[in-house]
């Protein structure tokens, strides 16, 4: 899970796994594959950079036990 704030400062996370799309419009907005939506403080860049890190996370997990 990564942690995002919505707008009005409540901290959630969110599996970046089902993110399908990231806009900046100007909020940033991320939508799901299910659909759903929400709207963050974080720039699409820091919600990028959040992923990957997530991302790594998971693979250096899997060839520390591999």
Same mark, same amino acid.
């Given at each position: 899970?990564?942690?995002?704030t919505r707008l009005n400062g409540t901290?959630? #996370?969110?599996?970046?796994?089902?993110? =399908?799309?990231?806009?900046?419009?100007?909020?940033? !907005?991320?939508?799901?594959?299910? #659909?759903?939506?929400?709207?963050?403080? =974080?720039s699409r860049q820091e919600v990028k950079?959040? !992923?990957?890190s997530y991302k790594k996370a998971i693979?250096?997990?899997?060839?520390?036990?591999?």
């Open positions: 899970m990564i942690e995002l901290v959630f #996370g969110l599996n970046p796994d089902l993110i =399908e799309v990231v806009d900046s419009t100007p909020d940033t !907005v991320i939508t799901l594959t299910t #659909g759903r939506k929400f709207i963050v403080k =974080e950079n959040l !992923v990957l693979f250096a997990e899997l060839f520390k036990l591999g």
